[in-house]
Nanobody, 116 residues
Framework: QVQLVESGGGLVQAGGSLRLSCAAS????????MGWYRQAPGKQREWVAT???????GYANSVKGRFTISRDNTKNTMYLQMNSLKPEDTGVYYC??????????WGQGTQVTVSS
């Protein structure tokens, strides 16, 4: 099993920044791709960014150029640096980890609220 715990969410004004963290524990030795997703009120969960074990990254068009995903394998932690935040970035942010053969794991989420 893998446990994922997000932190770093909060309330910020438009144009501000936040850094989210996702700490992984448990059977982390075979985790491959990790990613961030978000869910706004009344909407479906959507993909935000992905990072592979080797450090390759991918971003949704809506956050490209503003958000940066990274991971520190020595600390078993993934990050999402969010700059130039907009009200439409508001939502619950979840981290996800994929373990090939075993499946995927999700954190409990952290709330991000961007005021206009």
């Amino acid at each position: 099993q893998v446990q994922l715990v997000e932190s770093g969410g909060g309330l910020v004004q438009a144009g501000g920044s936040l850094r989210l963290s996702c700490a992984a524990s448990g059977s982390i030795f075979s985790i491959s791709t990790m990613g961030w997703y978000r869910q706004a009120p009344g909407k479906q969960r959507e993909w935000v960014a992905t990072i592979t074990t080797g450090g390759s990254t991918g971003y949704a068009n809506s956050v490209k150029g503003r958000f940066t995903i990274s991971r520190d394998n020595t600390k078993n932690t993934m990050y999402l640096q969010m700059n130039s935040l907009k009200p439409e970035d508001t939502g619950v942010y979840y981290c996800r980890a994929n373990r090939p053969t075993y499946g995927e794991y999700w954190g409990q989420g952290t709330q991000v609220t961007v005021s206009s």
